[in-house]
């Protein structure tokens, strides 16, 4: 079974379209994550809900929306795609109380041409 | 402010040999602080974690990390490298303060182990 699952693997398409990416955890954890890491391999926070609550908004532009219908779930959806938004996208889910530790999920590849 | 630093962008170290990834921290308080591994084309795995306590812990696949608070520092060990070790590292911090759980990581130690 996997813990933390994304949807899609690999995202290819051209600018100015909307596209989505879909995150899933089977963990019961309450707490999720969506990161970007870019070309170079650096790894930065965008958001954070915590059972359907954002806790965390990092300076990320508002094309950027992430949602989360339930704390088993969290998407973003990306409006007006820019090529500086290409990139890998990772979720991330956390458990409650002494569990620090982050789970990740295998990454989504978007490509913007 | 976090922050981590990686000093070595690629570590590179014979199997069967001794490696270690530098890391060292800045964070107001006692931190949280952790070891995560990529493999080409995956997500990251987490491989241990320093909290509370003993100085030295024991992770997956046979790393440990050494907690050193006089140095800020937390580098990554294991006694004996295997060709499957190689891959991306990456140290993170949290503060303990946080509520939100928030990572800052550092910028990544490429790690080669050759045969």
């Known amino acids: 079974d996997t813990a933390v699952s994304q949807t899609p693997k690999y995202l290819v398409t051209q600018m100015g379209n909307d596209k989505s990416i879909k995150c899933e955890q089977n963990?019961?954890?309450?707490?999720m994550y969506w990161y970007k890491q870019d070309s170079k391999k650096f790894l930065k926070i965008m958001f954070s809900?915590?059972?359907?609550?954002?806790?965390i908004n990092e300076t990320v532009p508002n094309r950027f929306s992430p949602k989360s219908p339930d704390k088993a779930h969290l998407n973003l959806h990306i409006n007006s795609l820019e090529l500086g938004d290409s990139a890998v996208y990772f979720c991330?889910?956390?458990?409650?109380?002494?569990?620090?530790?982050?789970?990740f999920g295998p990454g989504t590849r978007l490509t913007v041409t | 402010a976090q922050s981590v630093a990686q000093p070595e962008d690629q570590v590179n170290v014979a199997e069967g040999n001794p490696l270690t990834v530098k890391c060292t921290y800045s964070v107001s308080g006692n931190p949280y602080l952790f070891w995560y591994v990529q493999y080409p084309n995956r997500g990251l795995q987490f491989l241990l974690k320093y909290i509370t306590g003993d100085n030295l812990v024991k992770g997956s696949y046979g790393f440990e990390a050494e907690f050193n608070k006089s140095q800020t520092s937390f580098h990554l060990k294991k006694p004996s490298a295997l060709v499957s070790d190689s891959a991306l590292y990456f140290c993170?911090?949290?503060?303990?303060?946080?509520?939100?759980?928030?990572?800052?990581f550092g910028q990544g130690t490429t790690l080669q182990v050759k045969p």
């Open positions: 993170a911090v949290r503060a303990p303060s946080s509520n939100t759980g928030k990572l800052i």
């Open positions: 809900y915590n059972n359907k609550e954002l806790i």
């Open positions: 963990l019961g954890h309450d707490t």
């Open positions: 991330a889910s956390r458990g409650a109380g002494s569990s620090y530790e982050q789970y």
